[in-house]
């Protein structure tokens, strides 16, 4: 086994430096996968969130209908919608 100690230069305070830029007009997209039986990803929840929303929207698969593509479906009816015609999404997958 080899140990070596490395000195680090601590991150100093960055001052009157934009670190980002506000953006209304971004969304973000997450989904949730499974490996099903025949070996193919399936979506098992997906949402969004836009600064339009107060809550994020989210979709499930339920237990009873087990369909993760009505799921997608509902969710790009949803993101056609006027109200986000000016959103620019990010999927995190």
Do not use: C, W
């Not at 086994?1 to 973000?28: A, D, H, Y």
């Not at 836009?50 to 339920?62: A, E, G, M």
């Amino acid at each position: 086994m080899i140990k070596q100690n490395i000195k680090l230069k601590s991150i100093s305070k960055l001052e009157n430096k934009v670190l980002f830029i506000n953006n209304p007009n971004i969304g973000v997209i997450d989904i949730e996968t499974y490996l099903s039986k025949d070996n193919t990803n399936k979506v098992y929840a997906l949402g969004f969130k836009t600064v339009l929303d107060s809550k994020p929207i989210i979709y499930y698969i339920n237990k009873e209908d087990l369909d993760s593509s009505k799921i997608v479906l509902s969710m790009v009816n949803e993101l056609l919608r006027f109200k986000y015609n000016k959103i620019h999404f990010i999927a995190i997958i």
